[in-house]
């Protein structure tokens, strides 16, 4: 039976987040993303990370439920979030991945993360997983990977957006949008895929490269 798994980063997890969650997923905490996960009614499988931002109630509820628990130290390559990708890449037949996490006081919002977080998502490591999704505060993130096909869940007129953030991406072709396009390349240094428009069914493409969609 084909594995979902949900990552949960930090942040007050919003309620399309929350949709978004699978009944039967394993759910793994980065850190602080367990405080979020418990006071949102989730309770994760395991927990993973440096622990330098999870609370002391936090952690007592991962002991006394007796979470998997994968303590690194703080001086490390990865961050907490790429720690607990990796760790789910160790699900048996994973087919689908799933990263939530919320973007609280915007004056402790950091970028840096955010951005490092999309980009881990389009690692090579990932490119055999069915679905590579996530849902950061409001917004929702789709990387598909080479020679990846989807049919975005849209309703007419709704918003998406096409980014070439981690290289090239070749071979695009776009239908059922308001603009489509046909064995396209779109480049990491233009915005050409911005602000499209979905119609009846849109779906997307790409041969080569990792296409990052954005459902605002």
């Not at 069914?201 to 296409?211: I, M, P």
Request: with cysteine; hydrophobic share 45%; charged share 20%.
């Amino acid at each position: 039976m084909s594995q979902a798994v949900v990552v949960i980063g930090g942040g007050t997890l919003t309620q399309r987040a929350l949709d978004a969650v699978r009944p039967e997923a394993t759910v793994i905490a980065a850190d602080s993303g367990l405080d979020h996960a418990v006071a949102a009614g989730l309770r994760p499988h395991v927990l993973v990370g440096d622990f330098d931002s999870i609370s002391a109630a936090g952690r007592m509820w991962a002991y006394a439920h007796e979470l998997e628990i994968h303590e690194h130290p703080v001086d490390k390559d990865l961050t907490d979030a790429e720690l607990a990708i990796r760790r789910a890449l160790d699900v048996p037949d994973l087919r689908q991945l799933l990263v939530i996490g919320g973007l609280d006081d915007p004056a402790d919002q950091r970028f840096d993360h955010l951005l490092g977080m999309l980009l881990a998502l389009g690692h090579p490591l990932l490119a055999g997983v069915g679905s590579v999704k996530a849902v950061l505060a409001d917004t929702q993130f789709q990387m598909m990977h080479p020679g990846k096909h989807t049919v975005l869940d849209l309703e007419a007129g709704q918003t998406f957006s096409l980014l070439a953030l981690h290289g090239p991406c070749r071979g695009v072709t776009v239908n059922g949008a308001r603009w489509p396009l046909a064995n396209a390349t779109l480049d990491g240094t233009e915005a050409r895929g911005v602000s499209n428009e979905g119609t009846e069914r849109t779906e997307v493409q790409v041969e080569s490269g990792v296409l990052t969609v954005v459902i605002p």
